[in-house]
């Protein structure tokens, strides 16, 4: 069983900083890309930032300069820094890690719960 276990979210103010966290946790062989996505109410999901096993990284225009997204792998953990928020970052935000949990597995993609970010003054 693997599970993605996010942490970091709350109620900042606009221009704020907040740092996101997701651990994959279980039955884990090797992961591939990590990467975090966000959903507004009544939006679809939306992806925010990935970044590849070799620490390649790509952003969503709305949040290039502003976030960054790292990751962990001895600890198998993916990280958001998300600095000069704005009313328009809230949302839910959900982590997402492409892994296998035996090597003659395919890749499968995994998703934590979401956590609330909210931007308001």
């Known amino acids: 069983q693997v599970q993605l276990v996010e942490s970091g979210g709350g109620l900042v103010q606009p221009g704020g900083s907040l740092r996101l966290s997701c651990a994959a946790a279980?039955?884990?062989?090797?992961?591939?890309?990590m990467g975090w996505y966000r959903q507004a109410p009544g939006k679809e999901r939306l992806l925010v930032a990935t970044?590849?096993?070799?620490?390649?990284?790509n952003y969503a225009d709305s949040v290039k300069g502003r976030f960054t997204i790292s990751r962990d792998s001895a600890k198998n953990t993916v990280y958001l820094q998300m600095n000069g928020l704005k009313p328009e970052d809230t949302a839910v935000y959900y982590c997402?890690?492409?892994?296998?949990?035996?090597?003659?597995?395919?890749?499968?993609?995994?998703w934590g719960q979401g956590t609330q970010v909210t931007v308001s003054s």
């Open positions: 997402n890690a492409e892994l296998k949990i035996r090597f003659y597995n395919d890749y499968y993609t995994y």
């Open positions: 970044i590849t096993s070799d620490g390649h990284t």
């Open positions: 279980g039955r884990i062989f090797s992961i591939r890309d």
